[in-house]
């Protein structure tokens, strides 16, 4: 097998998508249910829009005000679009997107890998990729990879307009910028840093001033959207650009644009995180990248840094997840993992013990089949999928679904009066409950008590109240009082183990049980 003949090699490119499509069909097939609880959110999203149209606000969650819908709705059309045109259950849609999203975002990797360095080096990259601890994060349903096809091709198109001096390729990529813009804000967020990167780098490296015009031509299609967007609102809904100006555009659409809160991560969890073939051949591409400083190479050499920085965003005052930007890292770093590999491959031939091209292919088929047993081992972790919600007294599994979450959601679906809403000690199963049932939930727990009249319910439309039995205080709290406890998105209220034995002394007097199973016991108003 000898790769300098790429018209011959055409089809090679595409095996390391196939490879993660396989794997990822491990965890699609053992786990009954999608692999996030974020899909919960989009699902729900979804139904929302087949029901009510595009609107801004979810009436299921936060009822009666209603929760604003802080993401771009591209991801959501997919999933209503395909359950609609195949009559599937939308979770279904979101579990088989698993393998095709894992499939495209590696396929389009290789392929920008291809560009930059050549077949070795595209295919070197997609397999370094999946032998990443953090490739999971691809095969997950979620927005953030359908974006992540996008990415590497707009970052490249950039590359290429530079190099073929085109600034067609630029307005091209600032297109793809579009589709990501309607998909994902972190990955739209990236994309422009990575994209101002190389500006920066032409400007100040290579003294070039006409890379302003296409990082111009990369935004106007963008900028573009947004003043059609802006004139189109002026007029169809002039008080929504009048309360975004008053209020923010956060508060009016939901759209957040900063995080309350930082998580980082030390050094040693970024190896970790990059897998071990990946460090290795990352660190040798770099040492090949500056022996040769090609202008290609400054490019993935900014991309990683650039992406770096962002994850070490709060050194300079900047709240970031930093975990949530390692699969941007790892984008830019297989791609130099792959350099390596291809440079490697091409090297032995200088040496003639291992200049046969049975011994090549044989170094880079051992390669690639390391990366799949890593890959392998990756999603065979019996807990990939099992996600909690954290407070100070324990923590409670939150997806996926556990049987008696789908019990009560079932029970609501079939049970439930749509016109009332719920409220519930776990909004986690809340929005679990709105997702299957359609019924709305009310977030106001915290004014739910034994003491509470019966008018606060009728007033605020509340019909049911779930209580969670896995929300149960230690021990050494003896007291019959509901503790809040803050988790990462909702608060959880806990009450002591005795309450839920003797529910007569803890629901409000005027409700009864009318559903109970292992877990979640349901009053009705």
Wanted: glycine share 6%.
């Amino acid at each position: 097998m000898e790769f300098p003949k790429p018209n011959k090699n055409k089809l090679l490119i595409i095996l390391p998508a196939i490879s993660i499509f396989l794997i990822t069909l491990i965890p699609t097939l053992n786990h009954s249910w999608p692999l996030s609880w974020d899909v919960i959110y989009h699902v729900l999203y979804a139904k929302v829009y087949t029901q009510d149209g595009f609107v801004l606000s979810n009436p299921l969650l936060n009822y009666p005000i209603g929760q604003k819908i802080g993401y771009p709705p591209l991801f959501h059309f997919l999933i209503a679009f395909l359950g609609t045109l195949f009559r599937v259950d939308y979770f279904s849609v979101a579990r088989a997107l698993q393998p095709f999203l894992a499939f495209f975002v590696i396929l389009s990797v290789t392929y920008v890998a291809k560009k930059f360095y050549g077949t070795v080096a595209g295919l070197s990259a997609g397999f370094l990729m999946i032998s990443s601890t953090i490739i999971y994060r691809i095969m997950l349903p979620v927005p953030e990879n359908l974006a992540l096809i996008f990415l590497p091709l707009a970052a490249y198109l950039y590359y290429a307009s530079v190099k073929e001096k085109s600034i067609k390729y630029a307005f091209i990529a600032g297109i793809l910028m579009l589709i990501i813009a309607g998909t994902h804000q972190a990955a739209l967020l990236c994309l422009i840093i990575t994209i101002t990167a190389f500006t920066i780098l032409e400007i100040l490296v290579y003294r070039n001033i006409g890379i302003l015009k296409n990082y111009g031509a990369f935004l106007i299609s963008l900028l573009g959207i947004i003043a059609l967007a802006a004139i189109a609102v002026s007029i169809l809904k002039p008080a929504l650009i009048q309360s975004i100006f008053s209020q923010g555009i956060t508060s009016v659409l939901g759209f957040g644009t900063s995080l309350n809160y930082n998580q980082t991560l030390s050094f040693d969890k970024y190896i970790r995180n990059f897998g071990l073939l990946l460090t290795v051949f990352s660190l040798i591409g770099a040492f090949f990248a500056i022996k040769l400083r090609r202008r290609k190479d400054a490019y993935i050499f900014t991309w990683i840094i650039a992406m770096i920085i962002l994850s070490k965003a709060y050194y300079f005052g900047v709240n970031v997840l930093s975990s949530r930007v390692l699969i941007y890292i790892v984008i830019p770093l297989s791609i130099l993992g792959g350099f390596a590999v291809s440079h490697l491959y091409y090297k032995l031939k200088d040496y003639k013990r291992f200049s046969s091209g049975k011994f090549r292919s044989s170094f880079l088929i051992c390669i690639f089949a390391l990366s799949m047993l890593f890959g392998v081992l990756n999603v065979s972790d019996p807990s990939l999928g099992t996600y909690y919600a954290t407070t100070i007294f324990g923590s409670v599994q939150i997806a996926p679904p556990s049987t008696s979450e789908v019990e009560v959601a079932d029970w609501f679906k079939t049970n439930g009066d749509k016109n009332k809403s719920i409220s519930i000690s776990n909004l986690y199963t809340g929005v679990l409950i709105a997702s299957v049932s359609g019924m709305p939930i009310n977030y106001m727990f915290a004014n739910i008590n034994n003491t509470t009249s019966k008018s606060y319910f009728e007033t605020n439309n509340i019909g049911y109240i779930v209580y969670d039995k896995r929300l149960t205080l230690p021990p050494d709290y003896n007291t019959l009082n509901r503790y809040q406890a803050n988790s990462e998105l909702y608060p959880l209220y806990y009450y002591n183990k005795i309450l839920y034995q003797n529910v007569n002394k803890l629901k409000p007097s005027f409700t009864k049980v009318v559903y109970e199973n292992k877990d979640f016991i349901v009053c009705e108003v």
